[in-house]
């Protein structure tokens, strides 16, 4: 009898591996702000000050006091000034003066609203403005965006490329990260060659590999895939030999906090992994009621996490995305380590004869009645990869559900790279 658990839930094998990986969070680490896009923040960002930190002006006008905008006809008042964005020059407004002014230039003292110079007539060295201009019109008070001490970000969000200007606005060069997991990535399989190599009788060529690469890289947390130094590819393939993948794991053990493989982790001959991970070190669980990627196991060698990804290439992107990803990301610190449900209708009826979670590849399209749409595709075999070319999610059919009409609201799960 197996002394760990076997064919969890999705539910239970993604929830197992977020405990697991929260305890073996990465430690922090400063990094600078122009290299923190897509990491975790290690700490809460307060801001240091008001945002905007002075009343500027939010439009290209002039300047003046509100007491001077005529409630009838017109007013002439006479330019004593121009502030550019920039310019800190001593300027104020008396009564009947204004101050010519560009967006994002200091309010002159003394004035409180701004009227835009496509509203106004000027005259030599004044304007005439006319009623119907609103009080304090244009002008961006200190602070009305941002108040000094305000908790802007927290500890565990992402920095996105919305979030980084906003950390560079309060003036910070560096900040302090959750450093990434070092990963190594293994493909197996005897049957396998290179891309650029040609496939002999009975050899495909590796495929899953570069998916796993490409999935690490454009993933919202980045990882930090080693790199073969024989070929310099982003993984490195082992032959289907017991005593080579011992090596492997053994090394990778040694230099990388999580190893991820694909292949070689069902009941074949061939098959080597799963008792070499419980020969090398522990097996937490092995497979998961889902289909594709049953075969999935997680465990750990030395040092590091141990993902073996079943070899089928739709296997490997399912388990990947549902299992791995979270995974990253709960290591990284991440407050939302699993995505958020997304829901789209059916276009066509699906049916399960099985009572495991199944992914199906799938598009979404938005149509006129603005309702996200999904439509499986044709083929489903895990090994099918032409599915993959416009597949843009993988629909999510629940364990206890069998059959399901057009109309019915689904859970999708976008895949990479897809906006
Ligand atoms: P395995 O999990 O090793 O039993 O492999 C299952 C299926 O996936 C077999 O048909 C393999 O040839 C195929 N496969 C395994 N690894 C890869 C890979 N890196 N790229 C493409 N196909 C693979
Ligand atoms: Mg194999």
Redesign the pocket.
Known sequence: MADYPTHLSVDDARQFILDHCSRRRMPAESVLLQSAHRRILCHDVVAPRDLPCFANSAMDGFALRASDLPAVGERRLRIVGTRLAGDANVVSTEIGECVRITTGAPMPAGADTVVIKERVVVEGDSIIIRAGEKIGAHVRPAGEDVRAGELMLRRGQRVRATRIGVLASIGLASIEVFARPKISIF???D??VMPGTQCGRAQ??????F?LAAMLASSAYISNPSTDPENGMPFR?LR?DRSLMRSALLEAAEACDVIIT?????A?E??YLPGLVAELGTIHFWKVRMRPGM?FLFGEVGKALVFCL????V??IATFLCLVGPALAALQGAANAIPAARHARLTVAIEKNHDRTEFLRAACDFRNDGVLWVTPMKAQG??MLRGLIDADSLIVVAEGSRCMQAGDVVQILPLPDVS
């Open positions: 493909t197996t399989g049957e396998l495909i060529h590796n495929s899953n590999g998916s393939h289907d694909s292949g070689g982790v069902s074949g061939a098959d075969p079943p070899g089928n290439p296997s490997t895990s090994a």
